[in-house]
């Protein structure tokens, strides 16, 4: 039974405020929650509020602290942390508007996780075990490391956002770490011999963010520091790309900017095409503006058997659009981001909607986040077989991975690693 429920501010990893929300129940249990937040946000989100006015430059969150205390709490002491439905639909009666507009998806989401985490403390089980059930084998997700930064995480001129690894062929998930780690570090190396110095400073999510004009520079530094690492391209690591398309597509020209040069919608469906030639690329995420689920469809429709193409800003976690994406074909893959639509019951009914029509799961962290853990749990608890959390670098992003290396080691033999899986196709 819930006993109490309170919020503050705490700081995000790009120095701004966000909402940290605790729970305690009578059985002794506790949670913590904090909620993340985006900076290249689908524009169907459920809203972030914020305070506006001359404090942390319009950003503060006293209006969400404020709603969490004063307004959601008491309607939550006295009931059962476990019936989490419950609770996420109370706070969305609460709230009364369809984007979470008024208590604010900031206060409800670290609210939302913090009652999940009571619950699990109560029961005095880990929280991904909370959340999947007794019984059945625990999938340790494919983590996709994004080491090289663009779009709007990084001051350089790459169009597409995220350049990741995914480092499949390992039998453990510290294994892929590890993997992962020297291919990191050996692009270092790649980097500052070709860019200098300055290359190797980093972006938002802890990937390099190097002054390249062209995408195809990216990916050519990725190759080469997989194979300068010892190992083979489209073998033990493949590439997956978030192109973030809504933030390089002119709406007035209806063309997409890409390496500079202005593309209409088959010109850059065509440049997919060449890409996934060209490289061992596995996922592409958001390859068109988040509006049009026709070319997602044309996509997916023409390489999905051998490509994950991942709706993130087309779908915002949002049960609607995801059965718009189902109903269309726009994608095989959904990436999952709780605070896009702003609570834990609404994002599990999502994965299992997207898991049930054939779509692979993403897990994925926010491009501005905190020392939360939580998401790393729900990859393992739901068995996605996929994580997306930044480079490995960074307190916010090693946070995750470090809290599956601990979920790895006291699940030993009863965990296996997605890897092989995924690359056979078996994930779903
Ligand atoms: P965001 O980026 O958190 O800045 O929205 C992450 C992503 O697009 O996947
Ligand atoms: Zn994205």
Redesign the pocket.
């Known amino acids: 039974v819930i006993e109490d429920v309170r919020a503050r501010m705490i700081l995000d990893s790009r120095g701004n405020p966000t909402v940290e929300a605790e729970v305690v129940t009578r059985g002794g249990g506790f949670g913590r929650a904090a909620a993340p937040a985006?900076?290249?946000?689908g524009s169907h989100e459920a809203l972030e509020l914020r305070d506006e006015g001359k404090a942390f430059k319009g950003k503060g969150v006293s209006r969400a602290v404020y709603n969490i205390n004063s307004v959601i709490a008491p309607r939550l002491r006295g009931l059962d942390s476990r019936h989490q439905r419950l609770i996420d639909s109370l706070m969305c009666q609460l709230d009364g508007t369809p984007n979470k507009s008024r208590l604010g998806a900031n206060a409800i989401v670290a609210v939302s996780l913090a009652v999940a985490k009571a619950a699990a403390d109560t029961a005095s089980v880990p929280l991904y075990e909370y959340i999947g059930g007794v019984g059945g084998t625990f999938i340790l997700p494919v983590p996709l490391l994004n080491i090289i930064n663009g779009g709007?995480?990084a001051g350089n001129e790459l169009s597409f956002?995220?350049f990741m690894i995914m480092p499949v062929g390992a039998d453990t998930f510290s294994d892929a770490i590890r993997i992962a780690v020297e291919v990191y570090h050996t692009l270092k190396g790649v980097l500052k011999e070709k860019y200098g110095a300055m290359a190797v400073n980093v972006g938002d999510e802890g990937g390099y963010a190097p002054p390249m004009k062209k995408n195809r520079e990216a990916l050519d530094a990725l190759i080469k520091a997989i194979s300068k690492a010892g190992y083979t391209p489209g073998q033990e690591v493949l590439l997956a790309l978030?192109a973030?398309a809504s933030h390089f597509y002119d709406k007035s020209r209806n063309a997409y900017i890409v390496d500079g040069e202005q593309l209409s919608r088959e010109e850059l469906l065509e440049y997919y095409m060449r890409l996934v030639d060209e490289y061992p690329i596995a996922s592409i995420?958001d390859p068109f503006y988040e509006e049009d689920f026709e070319a997602h469809a044309e996509l997916t429709s023409r390489i999905g058997n051998r490509v994950a193409i991942v709706g993130?800003?087309l779908y915002v976690t949002n049960l609607e659009r995801l059965r718009k994406g189902v109903e269309m074909r726009a994608t095989n893959a959904a990436?999952l981001k709780v605070n896009q639509i702003g609570t834990l019951t609404e994002a599990m009914d999502y994965a299992r909607a997207a898991a049930a029509s054939g779509m692979k799961v993403i897990v994925?962290h926010?491009?501005?986040e905190t020392e939360d853990t939580a998401i790393a749990h729900i990859a393992v608890g739901m068995r996605t077989g996929f994580i997306?959390t930044g480079a490995p670098a960074r307190g916010e992003r090693t946070a995750k991975y470090n809290e599956l290396l601990r979920i790895e080691e006291e699940l030993a033999g009863d965990a296996v690693y997605a890897g092989r899986l995924a690359l056979r196709g078996l994930i779903y």
């Open positions: 985006g900076a290249s946000k709007a995480h956002q995220e978030d973030a995420e993130d800003d990436l994925s926010r491009s501005g997306k």
